[in-house]
């Protein structure tokens, strides 16, 4: 490793780094019981249980579209890593029920601002599940994406790496 390479690691790292947007059990993406999070049809990524209520950004970068239902968001990170935060399953349908935006598309975000609310007990009491795929959407421009799953995460930690 060079000098250069060396000096600039550090933040060379955080670019290609993901931290944990919920609380919860971050778990591997084929045990989302949708074949389109389990399948990989949307990209690489993991899922959280969630045990919070909140999504912050896992990442700073920009609010590439906040879903006006408030069950998903997409973000672009500064390094270019394209993110989708999809709480639930199929709560599409809940027409933005138990969920309450916080920021909006085109919004410039840093590590750990909080961009979603929701409320994870009620949206289960209506029958859905509520885990929370994190799926890199350009997975084909990288030559690893390497989630971090079957360990229990808090707000900010390390749950994913891409490497170019």
């Not at 799953?149 to 891409?162: C, H």
């Amino acid at each position: 490793m060079g000098f250069f390479s060396k000096l600039f690691k550090g933040e060379e790292d955080a670019a290609n780094t993901l931290f944990a947007p919920v609380d919860g059990k971050a778990v591997s993406v084929s045990q989302v019981s949708d074949p389109t999070f389990a399948d990989e049809i949307l990209g690489k990524g993991l899922a959280i249980k969630p045990s919070s209520n909140t999504v912050y950004s896992p990442c700073d970068g920009t609010i590439d579209l906040m879903f006006d239902t408030g069950h998903a968001v997409n973000l672009v990170s500064d390094s270019g890593i394209e993110i989708l935060i999809h709480i639930g399953l199929d709560t599409v349908s809940l027409k933005g029920k138990h969920f309450k935006t916080l920021k909006n598309t085109g919004d410039k975000v840093k590590k750990g601002e909080p961009l979603i609310e929701f409320e994870k007990d009620e949206i289960a009491k209506e029958g859905f599940d509520t885990i929370i795929p994190i799926i890199i959407c350009n997975t084909d421009s990288y030559s690893e994406v390497k989630p971090l799953t079957d360990i229990d995460v808090k707000v900010g930690d390390k749950i994913l790496t891409v490497r170019k």
